[in-house]
């Protein structure tokens, strides 16, 4: 059973997989060659390790602060009032320091510490040796531009080692990083710079996606018309197209360097300083600046890729996520690096030239762990399975994927196709709030499930609980929440402590408040529903639908907008705008054309709708909310069934409902 509140926005999406997952009783032990190497050896091992972790949290999350090096050793694990948590209290460390001094000055300095393939297919590598260099230098550039402790620097990059180096760099002095995915248009740039009130922006002429340039720098220019804040931007020539520099302003990065003095000292944070600020979608229209602090960041994306991926010595390991997502922070950079792991890094298109690009790079470089989303494994099912065969694949020991509920079909195929029925795959659910991984199967371990993300990590405690925080019986859908704090949780919402408070430790008093939809079955298996708020999952990406609806409102013709999802093959979920138009404005396919282009210039192409339905009116409440709920089963089946007795006006329905039907 189904709370009517699980089957909200998003979770469409995931109620079509929830549908085939409640069907699904495959089990999957690890492979026993898998589990004989493996950190955890057996599901007894995880289950203890499991039970002492939430019965003696202190000590547990004590022990894995071990695996960083301190400046200074903290003095209390956990401080906790219900919505201020401080983690190592007293501790100080360098994250830089962590992840790379500490491989680079022992006995991985020549480990090849990142593996870069460009889309037009230049390679480079560095070794943690190079990577050390390259970051002193860098960190001394940005201090050479007035970057200090505490200072927020934005970057708008393409996959390259600079961006990698550029965060690793902040992280150094204490500067903290906002980094905004390559994808986004300027206005949402602007946005998030100002917000964050950047001092330095630092971004690349261009990058390549699909053959084409990404004008990043252009991009910049015009989002930083409209940021008085940044004073200085360092710009990284990475393809060699003429982009116009600003006299004062600009400055190119292999300048900076040459300039810069070698060394560069880390500097002592604060386990509770911030490391970075990392916006996400909520469900207003303003993009929420997440903050995550350095300690138990660092101890929770350690921990995590360790054990999830069962980390050793000899992997090369491979996130497909930009470093613009919280994968790509969590996952690309810090959990890997402080690993001392071997990281490959891709700047392009997972189809360019062809569509077997991800399986030659694997092949190419013996890449063992391969972790990417849902939405990219349904489209390599669609490319079909030749370009797979003809690559060997067999340097693959474990797969990971990420981002929205996997359907059993896409698991089924990413095991046998990519896996030879070899690998384990592990499903991992988390947030760009949880920072890290919260609920996965530690693979050597916890047999899977198709669809399944399985058992909490440890000193995870998740609970499915109804609107009044009430438990609910196994089996029954519900609201995800999380019973008490963990290390790599985010501390705030920048400037807005409140909102944080609100969103995350009110909705269910005494516990964090997830916004997805899930349920246990009878072995204790998180099986993950969607959202249960207006947050859309489009491609394992999120929006917010008021973020979408601003946007179109901020066109002249529009009057109104109402955005929700609908359920796709493809990508989990559509984007579907319902649109009344302004005064005088007429309906026609050019206009919706038009509005879609308007989304992706303020946004970003990933926001751009899939269908705009124009309305005369939208359907609202006798209170004047949007009936959100009609609107979406109108997306998804046409039709609309629940109750209406409170709206305003049945015939905007009845009209939508016919236009449909055209
Ligand atoms: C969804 C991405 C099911 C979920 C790391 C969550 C998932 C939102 C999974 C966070 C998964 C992420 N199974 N759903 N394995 N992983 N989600 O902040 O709805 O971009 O709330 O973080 O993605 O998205 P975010």
């Not at 669609?382 to 359907?407: A, F, M, Q």
Request: proline fraction near 6%.
């Amino acid at each position: 059973m189904v709370t009517e509140s699980v089957s909200k926005p998003g979770t469409e999406a995931g109620g079509q997989h929830l549908k085939s997952s409640l069907r699904e009783n495959r089990v999957f032990p690890p492979p026993a060659e898998f589990s004989a190497r493996a950190h955890v050896r057996s599901l007894g091992d995880y289950e203890a390790m499991y039970r002492r972790s939430v019965e003696e949290p202190d000590a547990f999350w004590a022990e894995a602060a071990d695996s960083l090096d301190w400046m200074e050793r903290w003095t209390r694990v956990l401080d906790w009032d219900g919505s201020r948590a401080q983690w190592y209290v007293g501790g100080k460390l360098n994250l830089c320091a962590n992840a790379v001094d500490r491989h680079a000055l022992g006995s991985r300095a020549s480990k090849v510490a990142l593996l870069w393939e460009g889309e037009p297919g230049e390679q480079r590598s560095l070794t943690y040796q190079e990577l050390h260099t390259e970051v002193q230098r860098f960190s001394n550039g940005l201090k050479s531009l007035g970057v200090r402790k505490g200072d927020r620097v934005s970057i708008y990059m393409g996959m390259c080692p600079e961006l990698a180096i550029a965060l690793l760099s902040c992280a150094r002095i204490g500067a903290v990083h906002s980094v905004v995915f390559g994808g986004f248009a300027a206005q949402a740039l602007a946005d998030r710079t100002n917000d964050a009130q950047c001092k330095v922006l630092i971004t690349q002429d261009s990058s390549f996606r699909r053959g084409q340039p990404v004008p990043l720098k252009a991009i910049a220019d015009e989002a930083l018309t409209r940021c008085a804040c940044v004073e200085n931007v360092v710009v990284f020539r990475r393809s060699g197209t003429p982009v116009p520099m600003q006299d004062g302003r600009d400055h190119w990065w292999h300048d900076v360097v040459e300039r810069a003095e070698r060394e560069c000292a880390p500097e002592p944070m604060d386990a509770e300083d911030p490391l970075f600020i990392l916006y996400t979608s909520g469900t207003t229209g303003k993009p929420k600046g997440l903050v995550h602090t350095t300690g138990g960041y660092g101890v929770g994306t350690l921990l995590t890729t360790r054990y999830n991926f069962d980390l050793h010595e000899t992997d090369v390991y491979f996130c497909t996520a930009d470093i613009g997502w919280i994968t790509g922070h969590s996952y690309v950079v810090y959990g890997p690096l402080l690993n001392g792991a071997t990281v490959m890094l891709y700047e392009g298109a997972p189809n360019w030239p062809e569509t077997d690009r991800f399986w030659r790079m694997i092949d190419t470089h013996k890449v063992t762990i391969f972790y990417t989303a849902p939405t990219a494994i349904r489209a390599f099912m669609k490319w079909g399975t030749d370009c797979v065969r003809k690559h060997s694949l067999s340097s693959l020991r474990l797969l990971g994927t990420v981002g929205e509920p996997i359907n059993p079909e896409a698991w089924m195929w990413y095991h046998r196709e990519i896996g030879h029925e070899r690998c384990p795959i592990v499903d991992t659910w988390w947030q760009t709030e949880t920072g890290m991984h919260m609920i996965a199967p530690v693979p050597g371990a916890v047999p899977t499930k198709p669809g399944s993300a399985t058992r909490p990590f440890f000193g995870v405690v998740p609970e499915i609980v109804t609107k009044q925080g009430e438990p609910v019986p196994a089996g029954c859908g519900g609201l995800l929440v999380i019973r008490r704090p963990w290390p790599a949780m985010a501390r705030t919402i920048f400037g807005d402590h409140e909102r944080y408070v609100k969103t995350y430790w009110s909705e269910i008093p005494g516990s964090y408040f997830t916004g997805d939809g899930a349920r246990v079955d009878e072995d204790g298996y998180f099986w993950l529903m969607g959202r249960v708020d207006d947050v859309l999952n489009v491609s394992g990406h999120r929006l917010g639908t008021m973020e979408i609806e601003s946007a179109l409102v901020a066109h002249t013709s529009v009057a109104e907008a109402a955005v929700v999802g609908r359920p796709d093959e493809m990508k989990g979920e559509g984007v579907i705008a319902f649109v009344s138009l302004a005064d005088e404005r007429e309906p026609s396919p050019a206009l919706k054309d038009e509005l879609k282009k308007w989304v992706a210039k303020e946004i970003g192409a990933l926001a751009r709708p899939d269908d705009i339905r124009f309305t005369p009116a939208l359907p609202k409440t006798r209170s004047g909310k949007i009936m959100r709920r009609l609107l979406r089963e109108l997306a998804a089946t046409g039709e609309v069934k629940g109750d209406t007795t409170t709206l305003e006006d049945f015939s905007v329905v009845a009209s939508l409902k016919e236009k449909d039907e055209e």
